[in-house]
């Protein structure tokens, strides 16, 4: 059985590739070189076609040299230096005249004192045409060229050089020269134009103020507005002509106006080269494949039969017939007749080798089917050695994330533990020795109530950072601008940071907004700010940037939760101390601090990582020991309507009020005497409901409540469903929540319902009046 091959080609065509690959390079290169030719002739039309435009362009700027020449002179004039009108206006009747021109002067509100072509003393028609120029020439007190206008004697388009006449070193008059435009467009016909080529010429409003072809038609007509919107002073453009033919045009801007001049070529005109080059290499490439057919055909012939011959001898060889050698004058050819009768003989022992050879193997067969079983047990007990250590590796690795688990938790019940235990201490001592100097008679316990107060405050301070760690702090999430944030914040980062630490804002321009909740978003970099500062302890500098982010699929594979997509990145850098890899795996836990006692909870870092995370963004630190930190907070990107209200003017809050009826339902007991009397310090009346049910009965017996004032979570039915239930008896009913802690029943994945009035347990004084009167407000 004959091995499978690929397709088998003859001698024929073996010759042609290879006469083929012979060829080739030598068409190659004669194509390169044709067209390398074809390019730099190109390349030299195209820089010839740029120097043409160059220079006509310089003849126009020559003439409207001439022009300012001539107002320079006419300015100069000895009449109008003494205000004899009547003799300038001889003098420019000359001037005129010699240059087929009409020259006006007008007075500094562009009305016409003189004109060339009105006698003196009769009426003159106003020069509103001009207008726009004269207040350049006003504003820049130099001499400037017109866009193209009617003329109002000659009634033709036309251009102006309007000159500035400064007496006593205020400006007096304007003094125009204005022409007809065919004065550009014989310009344009002088110029060495050949074949196809169109010469134009447009001022600044785009406008087409001469044209070397059909002029008539083409002037005071808007051109395409290619060249206007084309950079640099000179170069090319692909565009249409008027017609639409697709062409090239070579462009150059005037030195003395704001005019541009271009030269077209049709597009045809400049590969006309190239395209004669591939015709001839075309020609040349297939006089040589014919050339190349021709022989390879001859020189098959030439191997092809002693082939053929030398395959018969080969199958006699496989039918074990003797060989006879042919003879040849191909010498490879012969050598293989030489091999061929070799092997015919060296067949004949082989078959005497191959009868032992047989034998040999069959014996072997019978002992190979053992030594197959053994290896194949051997394998099987490996591989049960395999399996039991892989699940001893992973019971051993689920141990460990165990301990990881347990450390974990362990630290984070610690800390809390801690921080509790030290403000609790401080609460309950201050109450005792309250309650012992009052039962004295003393009643000096101002300090003794202000270091309760302020130990409460760190408690629910630490309570509602705990809350971010555990992204469960209820947001309240706007359409907010980043670079503005930043800017609002800058004098208070400013005012944070010491003397030796500068701070630097690089704002991205075009910065995306983002949906968040600002003042968590403001507290986070705050965060960040005060941990920067005090890696700087002896100075250096603070840099927050605003970017927008695109994070793709492979890094967001790599980074778990992260959603692919467009983010805003802020990102806070100082130059400080840096943090070890060791410290920088342990940023984000809670309680961990390298700070000294006393300096900083440990909450920090957590707080801002949980906060970043609940509001679907992603947060990334980059730190290395002596050179500086850089965290980086990503936010999504808003696509949604900006729902904001428009700024206005904020009334106060009013924070107590006589009469004002509130209803408050608390289901403990303590929690709602205390808040019965916070209500009433404020001035308010109050009712009280220690479940929903009774609030309802309160509600329906008195309709003079105002506000209902309760807690989300109650037994039976919580404070969203009661709040429902009282809107449908008293839509009119102002609400304001009250929480520690709730998941779902005003707050949905992490974000305040729309509408909503909340306030967090615990509260103070201060801030429940402000809550209370916003509700009543809203």
Not at 298 to 308: D, Q, V
Not at 433 to 448: C, F, P, V
Not at 555 to 561: C, L, R
């Amino acid at each position: 059985m004959f091995p499978k091959s690929r397709a088998l080609l003859s001698t024929q065509i073996h010759v042609a590739i290879l006469v083929a690959i012979i060829v080739a390079p030598v068409l190659i290169l004669a194509a390169v070189l044709f067209f390398s030719w074809a390019e730099a002739e190109r390349a030299r039309s195209e820089a010839s076609m740029q120097e043409k435009a160059r220079t006509v362009k310089s003849a126009i700027d020559r003439e409207l040299a001439g022009l300012q020449y001539t107002l320079y002179a006419l300015a100069s004039a000895p009449a109008l230096e003494t205000q004899d009108l009547r003799s300038f206006h001889e003098y420019i009747k000359q001037v005129g005249s010699a240059r087929n021109a009409i020259v006006v002067l007008r007075n500094r509100q562009s009305q016409q004192v003189l004109n060339n072509v009105i006698e003196w003393g009769q009426p003159l028609p106003p020069a509103t045409a001009l207008r726009s120029t004269d207040e350049r020439v006003a504003s820049s007190l130099r001499v400037e060229v017109s866009e193209l206008f009617h003329g109002l004697q000659v009634r033709r388009p036309s251009f102006a050089v309007v000159s500035p006449i400064v007496q006593g070193d205020k400006l007096a008059y304007f003094l125009s020269l204005s022409l007809a435009t065919q004065y550009i467009t014989d310009i344009l016909l002088r110029s060495n134009l050949e074949g196809g080529e169109i010469a134009a010429v447009i001022d600044g409003n785009g406008i087409i103020v001469a044209r070397s072809r059909d002029n008539d038609v083409a002037v005071a007509t808007p051109s395409k507005g290619a060249m206007m919107r084309a950079p640099g002073r000179e170069g090319r453009i692909i565009a249409e002509s008027l017609n639409g033919e697709p062409v090239v045009t070579f462009f150059s801007r005037s030195d003395l106006s704001n005019w541009t001049i271009g030269i077209s070529v049709p597009i045809t005109d400049l590969e006309a080269p190239v395209v004669r080059t591939v015709k001839l290499v075309a020609i040349i490439s297939l006089i040589l494949l014919v050339i190349s057919v021709g022989s390879a055909i001859i020189l098959a012939r030439m191997f092809s039969r002693p082939i053929e011959a030398l395959a018969v001898g080969a199958d006699a060889l496989g039918q074990g017939q003797p060989i006879k050698i042919r003879p040849t004058s191909v010498k490879e050819i012969h050598s293989a007749w030489v091999s061929l009768k070799r092997a015919a003989d060296k067949l004949r022992e082989r078959t005497e080798q191959r009868d032992l050879a047989e034998s040999a193997l069959l014996s072997l067969n019978n002992t190979l089917e053992d030594q197959v079983r053994e290896r194949t047990a051997e394998l099987q007990a490996t591989n049960s050695r395999l399996i039991a250590e892989m699940k001893q590796r992973e019971d051993v690795e689920e141990r460990v994330r165990q301990l990881q688990k347990s450390e974990a938790v362990s630290q984070l019940t610690g800390g809390i533990a801690h921080d509790f235990n030290n403000m609790l201490a401080a609460i309950l001592g201050s109450l005792s020795l309250i309650e012992s100097r009052m039962a004295k008679g003393d009643t000096n316990i101002g300090m003794l109530v202000k270091g309760g107060i302020d130990s409460a405050n760190r408690a629910a301070q630490l309570t509602k950072r705990l809350l971010a760690f555990s992204r469960q702090q209820p947001l309240s999430p706007k359409p907010v601008e980043p670079n503005k944030l930043i800017q609002g914040m800058s004098e208070l980062l400013k005012r944070t940071m010491p003397e030796l630490v500068s701070m630097e804002t690089v704002l991205a321009a075009g910065a995306w907004r983002i949906h968040v909740d600002a003042n968590q978003l403001e507290n986070a970099i705050l965060n960040l700010a005060v941990n920067a500062r005090d890696a700087m302890v002896e100075g250096g500098k603070l840099t927050i940037e605003t970017s927008n982010a695109y994070l793709d699929e492979a890094y967001a594979a790599d980074h778990g939760d992260l959603t692919p997509g467009q983010y805003v990145l802020l990102a806070v850098t100082d130059t400080g101390t840096g943090m070890p890899p060791a410290v920088l795996s342990r940023a984000f836990d809670p309680f961990f601090t390298t700070k000294p006692d006393g300096r900083g909870t440990g909450l920090g870092l957590s707080q801002v990582h949980g906060f970043i995370k609940q509001s679907g963004g992603h947060i990334k630190i980059y730190s290395e020991p002596g050179l500086g930190t850089t965290v980086k907070l990503y936010l999504p990107r808003f696509f949604g309507e900006d729902t904001e209200e428009a700024p206005g003017a904020q009334v106060p809050l009013q924070t107590s009020a006589e009469g004002e009826l509130v209803l408050i339902v608390e289901d403990d007991d303590a929690v709602r005497a205390t808040t019965v009397e916070l209500v009433r310090e404020l001035g308010y009346r109050v009712l009280e409901a220690n479940s929903a049910a009774a609030a309802l009965r309160i509600l329906d017996a008195e309709p003079k409540v105002r506000l209902l004032f309760t807690d989300v979570v109650m037994p039976e039915l919580n404070g969203r469903k009661l709040v429902d239930e009282a809107l449908k008896r008293r839509p009119d009913l102002k609400v304001l929540f009250t929480t520690g802690y709730t998941r779902n029943a005003i707050v949905h994945n992490g974000v305040l319902d729309q509408g909503v009035n909340l306030i967090v347990k615990p509260f103070t004084l201060d801030m429940l009046g402000l809550k209370i009167a916003e509700a009543l407000r809203g």
